[in-house]
C-alpha cells in the first residue's frame, strides 16, 4: 500500500490551483520510465480545479495527473513530472468525485478535461475515468504533448470528444530543446487524430527567444493548416507563474531572465497561424 492510502485504499484528492506546489505525496510511486499501467485501477494524482474555463468548452472539472516523460524548458508544473508527486488514488473514487459534479458540468455545457503531466503516462487510469464520465453524459478532453500517442488505442480514442494537442516546435531541433525529446511522435499521433477526424484544439507556447521564430511558427501552421479536425490553434503566450516551483524543486530554471510574451509578439505568430490558414486565437 502506498504511503497515501488510507485504511480503506483510497486517499483524497487534492482539491486546488494548478499552480499549487505538490511534490513527494507518494514517496514510493514507481519511476514515471518503468510505469506499465494495464489495469487502470489506480493512478497518480497531482489535483483537480473545478470551474475551470481554460481547458475546452464550456465550464470544466480538470484532473491533473502526475508523470510526464517531457522536459519543458517551460513547464508551469515540474512538481507533476513524478508519478510521486500525485497522490495514488482509485479510479472509483475519483469517477465518484466528478459524479458530484456531473449535473452542474452538464448544465453548464462544460465536463472533464484530464491533463498532467502527461496524461498518457496513465492511460488506462485514464480511460476508466474518461469512459466514466461518458456514460454520466459528459463531454470528454484530455490535454497532451502527444509523445506518447502510440499508447492511446482505438478504445481510448472513442472515449474523447476532444484532444488538446501541444505542439510545442515544428522544428525538430527546437522541440527537442524546448522538451528534451523527440517531435516525431506528436506528429503522428496529430495524423492519426485527423485520420479518425478526432476534433482537435492545437496548443503552441510562445517562448520569446526560444519559440518564437517565424521559420519555427511557419512548420507548425503548414502542418495543421490541412487538417479539417482542427478547431483551434490556441497561442499560449510564455508566463512566469511556473518559475518558484522550479526554484523549490531546486532544479535549474534556464528561463529565469526570459520576459513574458508581449502582446505584438503573440499578434504576430497568431496572424502566421491565420495566414496559413489555421482558425487560431
Ligand atoms: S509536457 Fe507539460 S507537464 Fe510535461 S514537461 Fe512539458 S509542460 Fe511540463
Not at 518559475?243 to 510574451?261: C, I, Q, R, S, V
Amino acid at each position: 500500500m502506498a504511503a497515501s492510502d488510507s485504511i480503506s485504499g483510497v486517499a483524497e484528492i487534492p482539491e486546488g490551483s494548478r499552480h499549487d506546489l505538490r511534490h513527494d505525496l507518494t514517496p514510493d510511486a514507481p519511476e514515471t520510465e518503468n510505469y506499465s499501467d494495464q489495469e487502470g485501477a489506480f493512478g497518480y494524482v497531482h489535483s483537480y480545479e473545478t470551474g475551470s474555463r481554460l481547458d475546452g468548452p464550456g465550464v470544466r472539472i480538470a484532473l491533473f495527473v502526475s508523470g510526464c516523460p517531457l522536459r519543458c524548458q517551460y513547464c508551469h508544473n515540474p512538481d507533476t513530472w513524478q508519478l510521486k508527486h500525485g497522490v495514488r488514488v482509485s479510479a472509483e473514487r475519483v469517477i465518484e468525485r466528478i459524479g458530484h459534479f456531473a449535473p452542474a458540468l452538464r448544465a453548464m455545457q462544460g465536463g472533464l478535461t484530464i491533463s498532467g503531466g502527461e496524461v498518457l503516462v496513465q492511460v488506462a487510469f485514464a480511460g476508466r475515468i474518461l469512459r466514466a464520465a461518458k456514460g454520466m453524459g459528459l463531454h470528454t478532453a484530455i490535454e497532451t504533448s502527444g509523445f506518447l500517442g502510440a499508447r492511446a488505442n482505438d478504445e481510448f480514442l472513442n472515449q474523447l470528444d476532444l484532444v488538446i494537442l501541444d505542439i510545442k516546435s515544428g522544428d525538430p531541433d527546437t522541440y527537442r530543446r524546448v522538451t528534451n525529446r523527440d517531435l516525431e511522435p506528436t506528429l503522428r499521433f496529430a495524423e492519426r487524430l485527423s485520420a479518425v477526424n478526432k476534433p482537435v484544439w492545437v496548443r503552441f507556447t510562445l517562448v520569446p527567444g526560444l519559440t518564437d521564430s517565424p521559420p519555427n511558427v511557419e512548420t507548425v501552421a503548414k502542418f495543421v493548416a490541412p487538417m479539417k479536425n482542427v478547431e483551434w490553434v490556441e497561442v499560449l503566450p510564455f508566463h512566469q507563474l511556473g518559475a518558484f516551483k522550479w526554484k523549490a524543486l531546486g532544479l535549474e530554471y534556464k528561463l529565469a531572465d526570459t520576459p513574458p510574451a508581449p502582446p505584438e509578439l503573440v499578434a504576430r505568430v497568431i496572424g502566421q497561424f491565420r495566414d496559413a490558414g489555421c482558425n487560431a486565437r
